[in-house]
């Protein structure tokens, strides 16, 4: 579970952040039994569903349409959880392999593209991990109001579009095409295509990739979303935007040093969810402007590998950030005031980070 009050089940990303965490402090048996329980709801189709209410089967299962799991999904992230165990000598089962490649596998094939762009849909905020992001103001009447956004959160969920199976294809009245969302896509599958061999997860990742590259702009220093707010609110500046550099290393260059600089994502205790420019940034709200650790971590993955010197600050900022918070779900970037549910599991990332450091804080954030 992220938080057993809050969040008292089981997420998608979340379980594939916590089996890296598991990973990382020595459990690997934990590891692979949470990220085998990532694929416990799957569909024969692929399709896996961001939220397993196996321990309350009932839960919210008239606003799903079914028991037991809801019939949306998240960010991929089991590509990434897969290569990173296998990283670190843990033995993956085959069945674990096989259950994230055909979950890719729907993506690429059965959900829905945006005609234009090429890139993947999704059907709604929630399946992005980014629930309030500025990035949907579009379907807010253009500006936010958390009490109407919460209207429309329901609403958009009875226009899914699903397969007999229940697995959703398409939202015509959503239709957003995020390129934080294509991006984390095209890096699990290449995660996961290090791991098997697979040439046609390449292909697909390689000609998504293209389709990504193309949202450049190069006046905001980032990429822009495709779909219904292309020209709205799919061009407000937020951090997981970057990870478009996962697949683009020579923009790192360019963009990377964003991350650390006070007048765009710059924040002590990490980067700033949203441009600190952007008319709506408020560092302390959900979604609008704080800083989230597992975003920190992925930029900090994606600076590593870029060889940008970014790294060593984001990784201070994500240590320093969950110790202070107590190991909130989000903090503020400057203060690292605790913002969301505290402990919150995927905060224990930063001891991924701790390790790679050589200042004691591996030991601070183990003991934590
Ligand atoms: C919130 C976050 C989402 C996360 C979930 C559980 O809904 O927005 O990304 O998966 O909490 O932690």
Redesign the pocket.
């Known amino acids: 579970m992220?938080n057993d009050d809050v969040?008292p089940f089981q997420?998608l990303?979340?379980s594939c952040f916590h089996a890296i965490a598991w990973a990382e402090l020595g459990e690997p048996d934990r590891a692979v039994a949470e990220l085998s329980h990532v694929f416990r709801a799957q569909h024969d189709s692929g399709f896996v569903p961001h939220v397993n209410y196996e321990a309350h089967p009932t839960f919210h299962a008239e606003f799903w349409g079914r028991e037991g799991a809801s019939s949306i999904t998240?960010p991929p992230m089991y590509g990434h959880a897969v290569a990173e165990l296998v990283r670190r000598g843990i033995e993956v089962p085959s069945s674990i392999v096989r259950a994230a490649r055909a979950a890719l596998a729907f993506l690429f094939e059965q959900r829905a593209r945006d005609d234009s762009s090429g890139l993947v849909t999704i059907v709604h905020p929630?399946e992005s991990?980014?629930?309030d992001s500025p990035r949907w103001d579009h379907w807010c009447d253009g500006s936010f109001d958390s009490g109407r956004w919460y209207d429309v959160k329901g609403e958009l969920v009875e226009s899914i579009v699903r397969d007999r199976e229940g697995a959703a294809l398409a939202n015509p009245a959503f239709g957003a095409a995020p390129v934080a969302f294509n991006a984390l896509l095209v890096f699990n599958a290449r995660e996961l295509a290090e791991v098997v061999v697979d040439d046609s997860l390449r292909v697909e990742a390689d000609a998504l990739d293209s389709a990504v590259r193309a949202r450049y702009d190069s006046e905001l220093r980032t990429w822009s979303d495709a779909g219904p707010a292309a020209d709205t609110s799919g061009r407000v500046r937020t951090s997981d935007a970057l990870l478009a550099c996962f697949g683009a290393p020579e923009r790192a260059a360019t963009v990377l040093d964003d991350l650390v600089d006070r007048r765009a994502y710059g924040g002590r205790y990490g980067p700033t969810y949203v441009h600190r420019a952007e008319p709506v940034f408020a560092p302390r709200a959900y979604?609008r402007g704080a800083a989230w650790p597992q975003l920190t971590y992925l930029l900090w993955v994606c600076a590593r590998r870029a060889g940008h010197h970014v790294c060593d600050a984001l990784g201070r900022g994500l240590v320093d950030g969950a110790t202070r918070s107590g190991f909130a779900?989000y903090w503020d970037p400057d203060d690292g005031a605790p913002l969301g549910a505290r402990p919150?599991s995927?905060s224990a990332l930063a001891a991924v980070v701790a390790s790679e450091r050589d200042d004691g804080a591996a030991a601070t954030t183990r003991r934590c």
Do not use: K, S, V
Request: proline share 7%; net charge negative.
């Open positions: 992220p969040y997420w990303w979340d998240q929630w991990g980014a629930d979604w779900e919150q995927w």
